[in-house]
């Protein structure tokens, strides 16, 4: 076997975990590339140093993730982002050297935080696409954009039932 550090992996790694896990420490997890590998199925596999590990050794809890690079590159990209959640997802909230197993890292769980991580890339994307306008046309014309909010809650019927609660 035959073990290198995978820095493109390492990097959807982290913007994967800046996104759905703000627990997990992402200095302490480093992503590799193994080669030679006789599992069969296997994709991907998520190591953890346990307690004792930790203590023995003085060091805080690590996770080294392992994509099989006989299995892992040959995926198209949507299904290298779902194994890298899905390895992810084996780190426990509490950060501290445990393992999450396939009771809770099953098909459903992934296939949700797949959803949710794409809506929250889609928003990121329409933020910095929004923050991107250039409002300065506007402006120009002598529009204010405080003036035009007034003028809109002006039209507002005074008797609304619902303005107690949309007001």
């Known amino acids: 076997m035959k073990y290198e550090f995978a820095p493109d992996i390492q990097n959807i790694a982290e913007d994967v975990i800046k996104h759905l896990f703000p627990f997990i420490n992402a200095g302490r997890v480093k992503c ?3 080669y030679g590998s006789k599992a069969k199925g296997t ?3 998520c190591h953890a140093l346990g307690k004792l590990m930790q203590k023995a050794l003085g060091v805080q809890p690590f996770y080294p993730l392992e994509f099989i690079s006989e299995q ?3 995926l198209d990209n949507e299904d290298k982002i779902e194994t890298i959640i899905h390895e992810l997802m084996h780190i ?3 950060f501290g050297g445990g393992f999450r ?3 809770y890292v099953n098909e459903k769980n992934v296939e949700k935080c797949v959803k949710l991580y794409k809506m929250k890339k889609s928003k990121e994307h ?3 696409f929004i923050q991107g306008i250039n409002f300065q046309e506007e402006k120009d014309k002598g529009i204010d954009k405080g ?3 007034k003028d809109s809650s002006k039209n507002k019927p005074k008797n609304n039932m619902l303005s107690k609660w949309f007001s």
């Open 92 to 94: 426990p909230k509490c």
């Open 101 to 103: 197993h396939h009771n």
């Open 147 to 149: 003036r035009r909010k």
């Open 43 to 45: 994709i991907a596999r």
């Open 126 to 128: 329409s933020k910095d």
């Open 32 to 34: 590799y590339r193994s």
């Open 72 to 74: 892992f590159d040959s």
